[in-house]
């Protein structure tokens, strides 16, 4: 199979601003910097280089020197953690955005799906969009006129081609947005995670239109988060971290080892609470301080069903300080606790920073997300607690539904019964194990 | 497969930019059809806003200049049809300037989520103003006829003159809408160009009392050009064109399109990193 996109030593840069208001650039800012930076020039010249150490901005590599190929026909899914470089990889191979260094190579049409309904305008028809977001997407106006049955077929609005679109449910935009983005006939289709949206039918309804067209042999990338999405659409899979290949390989592999997470990221997530969002802080005494929090599943932030669970507190003690008890919460919308307690008591002999670790083994819990309630104080129960600190919806996790050796959670013990239709129903009995 | 093979190298200019922007002419079509659209599906009486502005402006204009400020008409033309001759370019431009100068900015979500030659945006923004255009044509010509003035053959010159004021528009357009994308000092540059702009150009008066000495510096604003050429053209026969007024207009144009093509193509592909 011949290669069709061909990704050479490719790194992105984005500068981040750190100066107060953010936003725009203004006019003035940017004379003042030119001023600095006639200034600056005799530095440049003996050597030092200022440029990327400015004091307000950091550079951050979105793409990290990445070099990978892409055959034809291939299904490729893409997969990382936030921040990783997914969607940059994909700004860049839609011509988006220009790459900071390195050279890329794409054989054939592209057509790139990173939001759906891109260019919708509110006050046109449904009809009028469904030409207007075609021709932004690529598509001529033949392609489209030829398509348009199909595409309102697929979308389901007949009923309401003539209404503007600002009318509609959020439902019918996105799979009138989805429907025009789905009859592109493009070489090479894009697609950003934009499934998270529409109803459960709708959404299996576009995973499999994707699936047709990876069928046709056109070559497909797909990023997202669904695993479950990934593994049914794509063959191969791309694992990035931060800005770097991490893994290429069959989806199978690609999807364990990124659920797996990596040994080296396992003990590392422990962070300041300053840099966690959280939903709530409150502060009653200084003499005890939670640090950093680190919630570490045995696989990165994720959890397999029945699998292990770690909590890590750094703790700042201002002295020494009796029947301390560490509480925590598990909920799963961040109000509900649904599983919680506290530790038995302990003490600190001394000031100093100490790090207390909670275990949590078998952890049968529902596949979802989680977040996590800490508090430190003293008393072990409901009654007596009295917090030194406490923090609400602090940190979070996935729990996955599979068990650690990839199976899934349940297995059905089940057959069929059959008779001759004389209208008795026949009860199929299934048993849970 | 009749691939063509697309290759992206950091810091170079694409080979293919022009093909693609012939490539993307129906998008052109679209967006300048969607604004045409939008524009007359949110305002109630929709196309009147494209005759009362003129024709207000006109009579506003006729009053100050021609009757309070007693101004001199050229020849022997009423005044109304002078400043309406002169209305015409300058509305167009003062309109097309703004839409383009802040076309990248308002469409800036399909900017940073789909590929396509920028370019067409602030071009396909103009597209509206020339409809307007063409509406306060029809007025003008109501209007010539109500006076019973009759134009002669130089009417066939008008579509020179608009096509300078549209290369005016373009490039003044392209480089407000490059740089609004960075600044957005420049939200605030563009109204108060426009209405210094009517009194710098000869929208309520004739060029002919602009003293002489004033005349090179006066000249410089490419719109003078336009405006005179208009009027030259629509007018009638007792008017003479100042040819090196409208060259100087003509070069001012291209000098400003091309520099504004110039920094539009460079900034182009940061434009989806910074807006």
Aim: proline fraction near 3%.
């Amino acid at each position: 199979m011949p290669v069709v996109i061909k990704l050479e030593n490719v790194s992105k840069r984005y500068l981040i601003d750190h100066k107060q208001g953010g936003g725009y650039d203004t006019l003035r800012d940017s004379m003042a910097n030119k001023v600095r930076n006639i200034l600056d020039f005799p530095k440049k010249i003996f050597g030092t280089r200022s440029n990327g150490e400015d004091k307000n901005r950091e550079e951050f590599w979105a793409l990290d020197d990445l070099s990978l190929e892409i055959q034809q026909g291939d299904r490729v899914g893409i997969v990382g953690r936030n921040g990783a470089g997914k969607s940059t990889l994909l700004k860049v191979l839609s011509r988006i955005t220009e790459p900071t260094f390195g050279r890329v190579c794409i054989n054939g049409r592209v057509s790139s799906l990173l939001e759906v309904g891109t260019g919708f305008h509110p006050e046109l028809t449904g009809r009028e969009n469904i030409y207007l977001n075609g021709a932004i997407l690529g598509m001529s106006k033949a392609d489209i006129a030829r398509k348009f049955d199909e595409i309102v077929a697929f979308a389901e609005v007949e009923r309401f081609l003539d209404t503007p679109v600002k009318r509609y449910s959020s439902g019918m935009y996105v799979r009138l947005a989805f429907a025009v983005a789905a009859h592109l006939e493009p070489d090479i289709l894009i697609v950003d995670e934009v499934l998270a949206v529409g109803d459960a039918l709708f959404q299996k309804k576009c995973l499999g239109k994707i699936e047709d067209i990876g069928a046709e042999g056109r070559t497909v990338l797909f990023v997202s988060h669904n695993m479950a999405a990934i593994s049914r659409l794509t063959n191969n899979c791309v694992l990035l971290n931060r800005g770097k290949v991490e893994l290429f390989g069959a989806t199978d592999q690609v999807i364990q080892r990124y659920i797996g997470g990596d040994e080296r990221n396992i003990l590392s997530t422990r962070r300041p609470v300053e840099d966690i969002f959280y939903i709530k802080r409150w502060k009653f005494s200084d003499v005890v301080e939670i640090k950093e929090v680190g919630v570490i599943g045995e696989r990165g932030v994720d959890v397999m069903f029945d699998g292990e669970l770690t909590l890590e507190l750094l703790l700042s003690v201002k002295h020494a300080v009796d029947d301390l008890s560490i509480g925590f919460g598990i909920s799963p919308d961040g109000e509900f606790k649904i599983m919680g307690g506290f530790s038995s008591a302990f003490s600190f002999g001394e000031r100093g920073e100490y790090v207390c670790r909670l275990v949590i083994r078998g952890l049968n819990l529902a596949p979802a997300c989680y977040s996590l309630d800490l508090s430190i104080g003293t008393g072990t129960d409901v009654a007596s607690r009295k917090d030194y600190e406490a923090i609400q919806g602090v940190g979070s996790f996935h729990v996955l539904p599979y068990k650690k050796d990839f199976t899934p959670i349940g297995e059905w013990v089940h057959g069929w019964g059959m008779t001759i239709n004389t209208g008795a129903i026949v009860n199929v009995v299934q048993e849970c194990k | 497969m009749k691939s063509e093979t697309l290759i992206i190298e950091a810091g170079k200019t694409e080979r293919h930019y022009w093909r693609d922007l012939w490539r993307y002419r129906e998008l052109f079509y679209f967006l300048s059809w969607r604004d045409l659209l939008v524009r007359y599906k949110q305002t109630s009486i929709g196309i009147a806003w494209s005759i009362i502005r003129p024709v207000l402006t006109m009579v506003v204009f006729t009053m100050i200049f021609g009757r309070l400020a007693k101004m001199p008409t050229e020849g022997n033309a009423p005044y109304p049809i002078l400043v309406f001759a002169a209305m015409l370019p300058w509305q167009f431009f003062a309109n097309a300037f703004t839409e383009a100068g802040g076309s990248l900015v308002s469409n800036a979500s399909m900017i940073s989520k789909v590929y396509f030659p920028r370019l067409i945006i602030p071009a396909s923004s103009i597209i509206v103003s020339l409809v307007d255009f063409f509406i306060a044509c029809v007025v003008l010509a109501i209007i010539m006829f109500w006076y019973g003035y009759i134009p002669n053959i130089r009417i066939f010159a008008l579509p020179l003159f608009l096509l300078i004021a549209i290369l005016a528009a373009l490039g003044a357009g392209l480089w407000v809408a490059a740089l609004n994308v960075k600044y957005r000092d420049f939200r605030y540059v563009v109204p108060f160009v426009v209405q210094f702009g009517l009194y710098v150009s000869p929208v309520g008066f004739s060029s002919s009392i602009v003293p002489e000495k004033w005349r090179f510096l006066y000249s410089l604003n490419p719109m003078v050009g336009v405006i005179d050429g208009f009027r030259w053209a629509i007018l009638g026969a007792d008017l003479s064109l100042n040819v090196t007024e409208v060259v100087l207009s003509i070069v001012v144009v291209l000098v400003t399109l091309l520099t504004g093509l110039f920094y539009f193509r460079k900034t182009e592909k940061t434009f989806a990193d910074v807006i």
